[in-house]
């Protein structure tokens, strides 16, 4: 089996920072792309940002400037850090691995639970 844990979600004010981690751990022989996903109340869960096992990056417009998104290969591990926030950013935070549990397996997709982030004005 395989778990996506997330931890650093909170509560800051406005124009204030939180670093997000998500650590994969169980049986996995390679992760391809990795990242994060939002989803804020009403609405579809959404991009924020991804990361691939080469260390490219893509990010979503809104956050863009503002959002860093890194990983730790040899921890399994990704960092989502988030500096001017804003209200709007409020939302649940949900990680993302695309996983091959074998050398002859498949890449599946993996989520973690997701991490409450509010963003107070």
């Known amino acids: 089996q395989v778990q996506l844990v997330e931890s650093g979600g909170g509560l800051v004010q406005a124009g204030g920072s939180l670093r997000l981690s998500c650590a994969a751990s169980?049986?996995?022989?390679?992760?391809?792309?990795m990242g994060w996903y939002r989803q804020a109340p009403g609405k579809q869960r959404e991009l924020v940002a991804t990361i691939t096992s080469g260390g490219m990056t893509n990010y979503a417009d809104s956050v863009k400037g503002r959002f860093t998104i890194s990983r730790d290969n040899a921890k399994n591990t990704v960092y989502l850090q988030m500096n001017s926030l804003k209200p709007e950013d409020t939302a649940v935070y949900y990680c993302?691995?695309?996983?091959?549990?074998?050398?002859?397996?498949?890449?599946?997709?993996?989520w973690g639970r997701g991490t409450q982030v509010t963003v107070s004005s």
């Open positions: 993302y691995a695309a996983i091959k549990r074998s050398w002859s397996g498949r890449v599946n997709d993996y």
């Open positions: 169980g049986t996995i022989f390679s992760i391809d792309a």
